[in-house]
């Protein structure tokens, strides 16, 4: 019993420190109806010797707002989800976890069933490098894309945690996410850190910020494009095609995702993804979107392999500029890498020099084949 109150105590303690304002409206709250015991807490541990925590939701009378994390029976976190990523774990240490639900009211729930686990050992200590130039940009009212410059380590970096106003919301093995549970109207900040596989963590990175706009008087989101087709034309170019979506006035233009970040807009259903490496399996959907920024649903999954580079690749690289009927394909690449749609000012996310870079060097090579000829002759 007095374990259980000073649970409570330190609760109260928490929401008087970090929410005053919310703490004195629950006092007017005349509900003492406690959350449900939250049920189902399991622990795991990922490649960065994070513990991975997540239970089965809690219910109330009027409604669960969040959960309090407890580790080693101290208070160790709040979250409105029901899962929670434990950044801060040692290595070769045994932790033990239980959560607690609470309502507006400041209810709290009885501790959940208790969960331990033992971080793996490790002679790694070294931190991987900071990531660096983080950005932010919001797509829709309910979407924003976070990039950012990978980070280096020793051994390997092995992922990113992504903190929005200083809150994990999720890991990501790219050096770049797309966080689609924001809200309208409302500015967000971000950083990031990287981690290898000893549960090394690094600095933060910079903060990026972006605001989402608000929700546009046409709420009405486009269908779901169907009918995602991807075809792999060359070492390192795969087709996009699919069948168009509609919408109530009419849709502005598409988003391209390749293994699950945002790549590209097109104002058309056809998209040429240039840039890729040789002999990759890559997956993409689409969605579709409005004047006003509404989104869809997201497409069907294609999966495409790019092909093997070929042991006489001068040819292939001069075949890569011309498609099926012998015709320059370059500008019509250039112009969809360079479409932005005038959705929420996307340029600087889709404008791949890289690309531009490799066709270049197509030219060169072709060019250089060409006066070989020429001096043969």
Do not use: C
């Amino acid at each position: 019993m007095k374990k259980s109150n000073k649970i409570i105590t330190g609760i109260i303690s928490l929401f008087l420190i970090a929410a005053p304002v919310f703490a004195l409206k629950a006092l007017a709250i005349t509900d003492n109806t406690p959350p449900s015991k939250p049920n189902g807490l399991t622990a795991m541990i990922n490649a960065g010797n994070q513990v991975i925590l997540s239970w089965s939701p809690a219910t109330d009378n009027i409604g669960v707002i969040g959960y309090t994390i407890m580790r080693n029976s101290d208070i160790l976190a709040n979250t409105a989800n029901t899962s929670y990523i434990d950044i801060n774990a040692l290595a070769n240490t045994n932790y033990s976890y239980s959560v607690l639900a609470y309502d507006a009211a400041g209810n709290v729930s009885s501790l959940s069933n208790s969960i331990s686990i033992s971080t793996a050992t490790s002679t790694d200590t070294i931190i991987p490098s900071t990531p660096t130039n983080l950005t932010a940009t919001a797509t829709s009212s309910n979407e924003i894309n976070l990039s950012w410059t990978a980070a280096t380590d020793n051994i390997a970096v092995i992922g990113y945690t992504i903190l929005r106003n200083n809150v994990i919301i999720a890991n990501s093995a790219n050096s770049a996410f797309t966080d689609m549970s924001v809200l309208p109207s409302t500015s967000y900040s971000y950083t990031v850190l990287a981690y290898d596989a000893a549960g090394n963590l690094s600095l933060q990175s910079n903060t990026a910020t972006a605001t989402t706009p608000a929700t546009p008087s046409d709420t009405t989101l486009p269908s779901a494009p169907s009918n995602l087709l991807a075809n792999a034309i060359t070492p390192n170019r795969v087709n996009l095609n699919w069948t168009a979506a509609t919408d109530n006035i009419s849709v502005t233009g598409y988003n391209i995702y390749r293994d699950n970040i945002f790549v590209a807009t097109s104002s058309t259903n056809s998209f040429a993804n240039i840039g890729l490496n040789a002999s990759t399996t890559y997956t993409f959907y689409v969605k579709a979107y409005d004047a006003a920024g509404n989104l869809s649903l997201q497409s069907n999954i294609a999966t495409a392999t790019t092909l093997a580079i070929p042991s006489n690749h001068e040819d292939d690289d001069e075949d890569e500029d011309t498609d099926e009927d012998g015709d320059d394909d370059h500008d019509n690449d250039v112009n969809e890498h360079h479409d932005n749609g005038n959705h929420f000012g996307q340029l600087k996310e889709h404008t791949n020099n890289g690309n531009h870079f490799g066709q270049l060097k197509i030219r060169l090579n072709a060019h250089a084949k060409q006066i070989n000829s020429h001096k043969n002759k």
